[in-house]
């Protein structure tokens, strides 16, 4: 078995993509707490008698330092060779929604941002204004929106509205989002999140994908953890990818296997997790990080290194289930995956 720096290092050195530095991501999903109500929502864990640690600002500290002193040195300790071969490790706050807890997110954005981490953040976009974007944009290297339909129905339908207002996100509110985090950091990455699932599988999202102008779109295949409700076939997903080809200069396409241990994850509690293999369960969690370690909790999980990659090599072809057989290295620098000026020629 391949102790923790073999797993990481193994982003250092792979086939004809090997001379690219990389950014390392961590995602903290930092509450299951939601304004809104998704049916095919993921952000469901298994329960522990502690709070969640945004709600405890000392053990939030405590963690985030492990989490950036062990995946921060980890190139260290391999050969010299192989040394600072990634640019920064970056921190992706998500949920639930972040910002339901804005002065506990926004301390622990500062804390971390204060550690060194670079910082990003995946939000529904509801609770973004521009007095928060004023004080939260300059700390981000990236922001991404999620939006999965143009259509306030749609939305609706999807659970994707304000529990108590039943108000959704439309595409002028979040244009005026984008706007501000631009106005408060011109450098900022901004991208969409689009969960294709049954209710929207046979939209046409061109007009409101070119009017938002992200950097990135990221087309994910609903992934069945909790249930399967809104769940589509392979096909079904191919065919909405395919309808957008348009937009293939932004779009970032992940279906169901390049969704399974290809990210690293850390629940509301501390623990690293894991999606299990479509049809087999929900999450596989590690101990928690304050009280094992980064690094003995992240060696208890299983993580694939190479999906990892494949998840930031931008390829024009389409094809399911399938490994990526090139990276446009422009892309990659493009949506900021690292520094422009770190992007080696191939």
């Not at 008698?49 to 989490?67: A, F, P, V």
């Not at 995946?122 to 939260?136: K, Q």
């Not at 005026?176 to 939209?203: C, D, H, I, M």
């Not at 970032?252 to 293999?277: H, K, L, W």
């Amino acid at each position: 078995m391949k102790n923790v720096s073999e797993k990481i290092s193994e982003i250092i050195f792979t086939d004809a993509i090997s001379s690219v530095p990389r950014q390392i991501v961590i995602n903290w999903h930092l509450t299951e707490a939601c304004n809104y109500a998704c049916d095919f929502c993921y952000a469901k864990w298994v329960k522990v008698k502690e709070r969640e640690l945004i709600h405890e600002g000392s053990n939030t500290q405590i963690m985030l330092s492990q989490l950036f002193n062990f995946f921060s040195s980890v190139s260290d300790s391999t050969s010299s060779a192989e040394k600072n071969t990634w640019a920064s490790v970056r921190l992706n706050f998500a949920g639930g929604e972040p910002l339901l807890y804005k002065n506990e997110t926004l301390a622990a954005v500062s804390f971390a941002k204060d550690l060194g981490f670079d910082l990003s953040m995946i939000t529904n976009g509801s609770l973004l204004d521009r007095p928060l974007l004023e004080e939260l944009a300059p700390k981000l290297s990236l922001l991404g929106i999620s939006l999965d339909s143009a259509l306030d129905d749609v939305n609706s339908m999807i659970g994707r509205a304000d529990k108590r207002t039943g108000k959704t996100l439309g595409i002028d509110a979040m244009e005026t989002s984008f706007r501000y985090a631009r106005e408060f950091n011109p450098a900022l990455g901004l991208k969409v999140n689009t969960v294709v699932n049954q209710l929207n599988w046979k939209e046409d999202m061109t007009e409101a994908i070119q009017r938002l102008a992200p950097g990135k779109w990221k087309v994910l295949q609903m992934l069945p953890v909790q249930n399967s409700n809104l769940a589509i076939t392979d096909l079904q997903f191919k065919e909405f990818v395919e309808r957008h080809n348009a937009m293939n200069e932004i779009m970032s396409v992940e279906d169901n296997n390049s969704m399974t241990e290809s990210y690293i994850m850390v629940d509301p509690f501390g623990r690293f997790y894991q999606n299990a293999p479509v049809g087999h369960g929900q999450y596989r969690y590690s101990q928690p990080i304050l009280k094992a370690g980064a690094q003995k909790a992240f060696a208890e999980m299983s993580w694939s290194s190479s999906k990892f990659l494949s998840r930031y090599m931008h390829t024009k072809k389409v094809e399911l289930n399938s490994k990526p057989q090139e990276l446009a290295i422009q892309d990659a620098a493009k949506y900021r995956l690292f520094p422009i000026h770190d992007v080696a020629t191939c």
